[in-house]
């Protein structure tokens, strides 16, 4: 007989937000300054677009094993643990590479912890959200985390400004150490996830031997055509630091407001998913399209201004999607339906961020012209959704 949990289900999601609140310290704060660092060792756009568009692929694309592997083994608590140990490992490591190649292994290798730990910690927060919204838990887990991706960033851009980007990335060994060990703390009083569940009656009814629904399938792609003409915040940050439009130790607090705003999106979104259903979605092409004209601008207020669009957008994917698969799939498959969401997620990521740092080294014109263009399609591929929910 499993141990109960001594976690009420609503208690549990907040303390997994606290779990990824110091992670986002560790990993956000890296990636705010990872295109800046990458550009010292004489990376170009393309190199990268190309590292942080592969290191977003790997951090997606695997997850098709991994959510598999979750599925199968039901070893949820194993599986976030050695994830988030692999990436608070590597974070700090960046600041000891001597070399390009070097450092674009370890932040693909960061990127693999979070493939490793996603499926697994998905699954145990869509048990626990049942009976309290998924849209909301997963917007209240959102909001969490991300205020960890606005603590990090500004506490390393304090460290760039006194001693460079090395010290910046040494210093997130401290929340990292944090993170392992609360959620050791938190996987000995929630040892079973699965008995939140009450029905499954917040999924679509399917066996749990059959394929994914339409619905499931032009809701990937819709959003997968987005991530094509979204850039990466690596390629973004190199854009203020080869033009000189931001001093570096304002890069990384530029992705702080960021991630601010994606904490605020992320709440508002949650909520109007349990209200109107993928509806809201709609906002995405037009906020990634903007992006590109705000954030690849010669102006620093448009930048700024570019930034906060960008992290209104991430807040909408990263909480809204996680709650929309899990509705699409059944229970017994959302490992895989997670890591099949994703998967062509993160292929679209990595052929976008390559395709956009290409561009950027051509001509921002083109950049701008390419995402405009992704963006018109992805409306066209929402188009459908919309007359399936009015068909319900």
Known sequence: MKAANRLSPLRFVLAFGVVSCLADFVYEGARAIVGPFLATMGASALVVGFVTGFG????????????RLSDRTGRHWALSITGYVVTVVAVPLLGLAQTLSQAALLVVAERFGKAVRTPARDTMLAQASSRTGRGRAFALHEALDQSGAVIGPLVVAAMVAVSGYRLGFGVLVVPGV?????????????PNPGAYEDSPSHTIAAPADQGFSRRFWVYTAFTAMTMLGYATF?????????????????IPALYAVA?????????????????????????????AAAVAFLSFSPSAVL???????????MGVHESTMRAAVADMVPAARRGVGYGTFTAAYGLAWLAGGTILGALYDHSI????????????????????????????
């Open 56 to 67: 977003e692929a790997v951090a997606l694309v695997l997850r098709l094993g991994t959510g």
């Open 234 to 250: 690596g390629v973004l940050s190199y854009h203020l630091q080869v033009r000189h439009i931001l001093p570096e130790p304002l």
């Open 303 to 313: 930048v700024w201004v570019g930034a906060i669009v960008w992290g209104a957008a």
């Open 365 to 392: 014109h083109d950049l701008i012209t390419f995402t405009v263009i992704t963006q018109v399609l992805a409306l066209l591929l929402f188009v459908p959704l919309l007359r399936h929910r009015r068909s319900e």
């Open 259 to 287: 991630m601010g705003v994606d904490a605020l999106a992320a709440l508002a979104s949650g909520a109007i998913y349990d209200r109107i259903g993928l509806r809201g979605l709609g906002v995405l092409p037009l906020l």
């Open 178 to 190: 944090a993170a392992v060990a609360l959620l050791a703390w938190l996987r000995r009083a929630a």
